[in-house]
T-cell receptor, first 117, second 117 residues
Framework: AQKVTQAQTEISVVEKEDVTLDCVYE???????LFWYKQPPSGELVFLIR??????QNEISGRYSWNFQKSTSSFNFTITASQVVDSAVYFC??????????????FGQGTTLQVKP | GAVVSQHPSRVICKSGTSVKIECRSL??????MFWYRQFPKQSLMLMAT?????????EQGVEKDKFLINHASLTLSTLTVTSAHPEDSSFYIC?????????????FGPGTRLLVL
């Protein structure tokens, strides 16, 4: 089965707190891509990161960091020193290799992050 | 990142009319585009894969005669909701697949909010 689980439906933090959004995926493919997207209230999905299954290096981009662990099939996203502008719905997505001819993404249910001032 | 536009951003129509939504890749060519539907507080549901110069591939349960997709050029895909009914009211989002070597990403348009009265 191909599946993405974002167990946290809603998270609320106070500004400047660190917050981690969890993502667990299922696939039998050995090659796949993982993505994170941000959907602010305006609705547009903003691409944040792509990770190839062969690349387990963690990545940091400013206040954002991602922890990819194949052993636990997780691709968690941490926001350090959160800000009100980080308030949005965050989606984790999987592109299994089996859909390489089409590129279809499998989305998690999304985590709504609310950062309070 | 690549820019994808959608038009219109918001549309209100009467029941029984047809509505066309355009999805354009502004600074790149996209042989593959995707159409999603999103209900409030839910994840994205893939409706169909739009391939330039060929018929769209619809997901199970999506009526191809109701949701007409045309991908006539490398920068434009259109979704026409025919004989719209109130239950078709939703947020429709398109994305374009970008391939760069072995790296693949989907960039999303800003979405179209459809309200059928």
């Amino acid at each position: 089965a191909q599946k993405v689980t974002q167990a946290q439906t809603e998270i609320s933090v106070v500004e400047k707190e660190d917050v981690t959004l969890d993502c667990v995926y299922e696939t039998r493919d050995t090659t796949y891509y993982l993505f994170w997207y941000k959907q602010p209230p305006s609705g547009e999905l903003v691409f944040l990161i792509r990770r190839n299954s062969f690349d387990e290096q963690n990545e940091i981009s400013g206040r954002y960091s991602w922890n990819f662990q194949k052993s636990t099939s997780s691709f968690n996203f941490t926001i350090t020193a959160s800000q009100v502008v980080d308030s949005a719905v965050y989606f984790c997505a999987l592109r299994p290799d089996g859909s390489s001819n089409t590129g279809k993404l499998i989305f998690g249910q999304g985590t709504t992050l609310q950062v309070k001032p | 990142g690549a820019v994808v536009s959608q038009h219109p951003s918001r549309v209100i129509c009467k029941s029984g009319t047809s509505v066309k939504i355009e999805c354009r890749s502004l600074d790149f060519q996209a042989t593959t585009m995707f159409w999603y539907r999103q209900f409030p507080k839910q994840s994205l549901m893939l409706m169909a894969t739009s391939n330039e110069g060929s018929k769209a591939t619809y997901e199970q349960g999506v009526e191809k005669d109701k949701f007409l997709i045309n991908h006539a050029s490398l920068t434009l895909s259109t979704l026409t909701v025919t004989s719209a009914h109130p239950e078709d009211s939703s947020f429709y989002i398109c994305s374009a697949r970008v391939l760069a070597g072995d790296q693949e990403t989907q960039y999303f348009g800003p979405g179209t909010r459809l309200l059928v009265l």
